[in-house]
């Protein structure tokens, strides 16, 4: 009985397993220090319109850099989405969490499923999906170009592995 939990487990356990997140270039640290100088080059700007009387000025600096802010929280918002992908002999699974947190989860035979990819000549892979004879669900849309073509070769290596055996 031992030997067989044994086999199952080795044949749950994951031959690949990968977290894809969005890339963003600009840290936290970075985030807080071009907030810093834009709201100081604001109220630069805001100084020498009151002083010159021209006040209703101030209020469109204030929107400037209130839809700045909004739109930096946006996109780091958006940087929390990810999706976690895992190949074993016995299933394909993509995990996708949304930035408010909702999980939905796309579960693939895998001797059944197919890793189909679209190129562009010039740009490299456009889009990546796993499908079935069922269904599909796009994977790494966000990702930029080096990490799609990183993550299809290794995606579709392990798909091949777990086939072969």
Not at 4 to 16: D, K, L, T, Y
Not at 92 to 105: D, H, I, L, Q, W
Request: proline letters at 3%; a positive charge; glycine letters at 8%.
């Amino acid at each position: 009985m031992n030997d067989g939990n044994a086999e199952i487990s080795r044949e749950e356990q994951p031959v690949f397993a990968a977290e894809l997140t969005p890339y963003r270039s600009l840290g936290v640290r970075g985030f807080k220090i071009f907030l810093l100088i834009a709201g100081l080059m604001s109220l630069v700007h805001i100084f020498v319109f009151v002083v010159i009387g021209a006040w209703p000025i101030v209020f469109f600096f204030g929107l400037d850099f209130l839809l700045l802010f909004g739109a930096f929280w946006l996109n780091y918002r958006s940087a929390r989405a990810r999706e976690e992908v895992s190949v074993s002999r016995t299933g394909v699974s993509v995990r996708k969490f949304t930035p408010a947190g909702r999980m939905t989860e796309h579960r693939f035979n895998p001797f059944w499923a197919r890793f189909n990819i679209s190129r562009h000549e010039e740009i490299g892979i456009v889009s990546m999906q796993i499908s079935d004879r069922r269904r599909a669900t796009d994977i790494g849309s966000f990702l930029n170009r080096d990490d799609r073509e990183t993550f299809a070769a290794a995606f579709s290596g392990a798909l091949a592995t777990v086939k072969r055996r």
